[in-house]
């Protein structure tokens, strides 16, 4: 096994030692088999009994990268039995003997090879090395802040029954991306535990059971539970959408997570009308800017709190019929004033505990208080229950992540038919992802920083490389 700083996990190590004896061994189509980790060198694991002399690891990797035409040619000794060579590329090297046969397989990261003997189909080394390629991702080994981000090479995903395995050139960072990094926000059960809920980018597998909507080359992005901060992501097919012709994959990454979520609370859970007035709290973040576009699009009037004046311009800019400064004025009683004394219909509120007071001041009778976020704590103290009943209002509370597939799935399909269409250029009223800013995945933990300070109007962006 590979030593202490291998950067292979004991959990990758599993997966790996798992995938040759699942994988291979058992489907009688090799007879034993090894991997060998490029970098260090040295075999990572292997079927029981079969020994690898670290010669020869040393004499298969230089196999590939300075001896493979001499092998074309001479063939090689392994475990010191000759084998003749039958075809070679920089990918896989087929060679024979009168007792069988071997095959050798390069991956990214690994070598593997494996013996065989007359009648079994070594061929299956190739399908199985898809699921030992290594990607880069976001990642951080303990809970604290944005010091501990660094890219590291991980294990890369394969797509599942009904799944699609999607290249990923753009992911967009969320509020619940700093929580789980603080440690504060787990990622569902079964979820992936590399950060990004949201990606866009190009279809780069089908996994078995899919029903024949997307196919490779695919210009996508998607709605995820976690996972999107890396090369390559699964996500099930009904949790993809396709990217609209005038935008770029860039501008498409800001979309899936904040759009359907501002769609969802609007829609599904506050069942706004034409002509109601909308309280957005934290009216320049990417939810808050996809929700004043969204209420324009149903005809109602969105009504903005924002921390400066700049802020104030950009929401103006987005569609808000007014917006208010919290940090210098009282916003309850300017919303009252621009409502002339009713107050607003629907609060959209991410802050919680630190605006109860206020929200409620604010508040038409009948009115409906959607709670999304607590980025001032959920902890209140006062008669809450008591000037809520007095104004006949309501309270919903949404979370999107932690709902099942199939919620997800009818929610991306009502965003398709209903709203989607208004990104393509020509629509109207014409709706607009807002990108404040782009960072290369090196740069993530700059990326968290500048979102902590609530800098950012409308997203914040993380591109992967471009060579991967």
Known sequence: MCGPAAAWNRREMNQLQDLLTEGLIRTKHVENAA??????????ASTSGFHVPPEN??????????????????????K?????CVRADENSIYLHNAEGGLIVVKTKTLILVATYRVGMYPSVCVEA??????????YFDGPGGPENLYVKEVMKPHPGEGEVLMKVSASALNRADLLQRMGKYPPPKGAS??????AAGRVAGLGAG?????????????LLSGGGQAEYVTVPEGHLMPVPKNLTLTQAAAIPEAWLTAFQLLHSVAKVQKGERVLIHGGASGVGMAAIQLV??????????????????????????????????????KVLAFTHGTGVDIILDCVGSSYWEKNLKCLSTGGRWIIYGLLSGGEVHGDLLGRLLSKRGSIHTSLLRPRDREYKEQLVKAFTEDVLPYFSGGASPHLQPVVDSIYPLHQIAEAHKFMEENKNIGKIVIEMPTSS
């Open 296 to 333: 324009r699009l149903t005809k109602a009037i969105p009504v903005v709190t924002v921390g400066t004046q700049e802020k104030l311009e950009a929401t103006a800019s987005a569609g808000a019929a007014a917006g208010f400064n919290y940090r210098s004025e009282d916003f309850s009683e």
């Open 57 to 78: 690891a040393l004499n298969l990797i230089y196999s590939f990268y300075k001896n493979l035409l001499e092998v074309r040619r001479g063939g090689l000794y392994f």
């Open 80 to 84: 010191e039995k000759y084998y003749k």
């Open 129 to 138: 090395v898809e699921k030992l390629d290594k990607m880069l991702a976001a």
């Open 210 to 222: 899919c029903k024949g909507q997307w196919k490779p080359g695919d210009a996508v992005m998607a």
């Open 193 to 198: 535990d590399i950060l990004g809920l949201e």
């Open 35 to 44: 991997a060998i980790n490029i970098q260090e060198k040295k075999v990572c």
